[in-house]
């Protein structure tokens, strides 16, 4: 068994961390947990679709056609903010590569000293200076970087926001420095849809109950008019409870933009002074915070989701049997092939006598040859004139 790495080209957003969900071949980001955001598209279009079907028919015909107008506008802009808001990028940060975690910590090494063993490290933080004020970056175990002013690390998404204002189950996602005006607008909007449903609602109630009063209506028609108000009584409790939330909500953040603080740095206390501590965010001045945080511009994504990278992958190969690589791989006329000599179940059949012959072969005793005998070796010619030759000179 041998491992082969395989490169490959993905996406990068197949192969970044954290809890996030995607879709779309990475143009749609959202958190894992979507079931309230559902919940929230089901009761927007549902409460929507209701007073387009028993309202809007009546008062475009007694007040005026402009109602169901304006009432789809602002359905629109809520659905494509809500939208907006769910399936874009909050500002999650980049992890650091092992290169630059490795950096990183002996940074923080040679900073901090030896520390002995059994006392506790200091804090690993950084401080820099904004608008004369002393801010402190923490460092993230988890994404392995120093977070940027502002940022902080979401348990839900598992990842580091920047600008991380909260995490918003009803939109299914983090609300952070890419997505919090769209998030804002979103609820602005659907406060002034809630207002501008409930209040029709009871103009509808009302104008029809106007000539012999609500109970009367009731026992005049009982077998039509009861089946047809339970969509109205359905709206109002909707709208009803809906509105609180809603337009509390939008009040809260209409209230942290114009001071230019997020939900993170209230609920945390970032700000409140007790310190003597202030905002350095802050403009001192409302419409500047304002338009800073709504109108300014628009961040880039700084993931990259959609680009290419190399991806290496192990792919095991086994290594194959004798008589599959001969039967897989064809071997040439002028190549000799030698059939094993233990028989098994992989051997074919063909080869089975020519092995039973070899063992035969090599059973067989062997025969003994005789040992040559000992025969003098023969005189060359010129070896008997050179003695003769020598005789003669002695004599």
Not at 11 to 24: A, Y
């Amino acid at each position: 068994m041998s491992a082969v790495m395989i490169t490959r080209k993905v996406r990068k957003w197949e192969k970044l961390p954290g809890k996030n969900t995607f879709c779309c071949d990475g143009r749609v980001m959202m958190a894992r947990q979507k079931g309230v955001f559902y919940l929230t598209l089901f009761l927007i279009v549902g409460t929507c679709s209701l007073f387009f079907a028993f309202e809007c028919p009546y008062l475009a015909v007694h007040l005026s056609p402009a109602i169901p107008f304006f009432a789809a506008l602002l359905f629109l802009f809520v659905v494509a903010m809500l939208l907006r808001t769910s399936f874009s990028d909050p500002g999650v940060l980049p992890r650091a590569l092992a290169e630059e975690a490795t950096f990183i910590e002996m940074e923080i090494e040679a900073a901090n000293g030896n520390v002995p063993a059994g006392q506790r490290p200091p804090p690993r933080i950084r401080n820099v200076q904004i608008n004369n004020q002393i801010v402190k970056l923490k460092y993230c175990y988890t994404c392995k970087i120093f977070r940027p002013p502002r940022a902080s690390h979401c348990s839900i998404c598992d990842n580091c926001v920047d600008r991380f204002d909260h995490h918003c189950p009803w939109v299914g996602n983090c609300v952070g420095k890419r997505n919090y005006r769209y998030f804002y607008m979103f609820t602005l909007s659907l406060s002034l849809l809630t207002i501008y449903i409930f209040t029709f609602d009871i103009v509808h109630v009302v104008m029809r109950s106007v000539d012999n009063g609500f109970l009367n209506t009731l026992k005049e028609t009982p077998g039509t008019y009861p089946l047809k108000l339970w969509p109205h009584v359905l709206e109002v409790l909707v709208c009803f409870f809906t509105l609180w939330s809603v337009v509390g909500l939008t009040g809260f953040h209409t209230y942290l933009i114009s001071l230019n603080q997020t939900t993170n740095e209230d609920i945390k206390g970032s700000w409140s002074g007790k310190n003597r501590i202030q905002n350095p965010y802050s403009h001192k001045n409302i419409i500047k915070n304002c338009c800073e945080v709504l109108c300014g511009p628009t961040f880039p994504s700084v993931l990259d989701r959609r680009g290419l990278m190399q991806d290496e992958s192990p792919a095991s190969s086994t290594s194959a049997e004798p008589s599959s690589s001969s039967s897989s791989n064809p071997v040439s006329q002028t190549t000799k092939t030698t059939a094993p000599l233990i028989q098994n179940e992989h051997t074919p059949d063909d080869a089975k006598p020519s092995i039973a012959a070899s063992a035969e072969k090599s059973d067989s005793p062997r025969e003994e040859v005789p040992p040559a005998p000992n025969v003098p070796p023969l005189a060359s010619p010129e070896t008997d004139a050179e003695a003769s030759l020598t005789k003669d000179k002695a004599q």
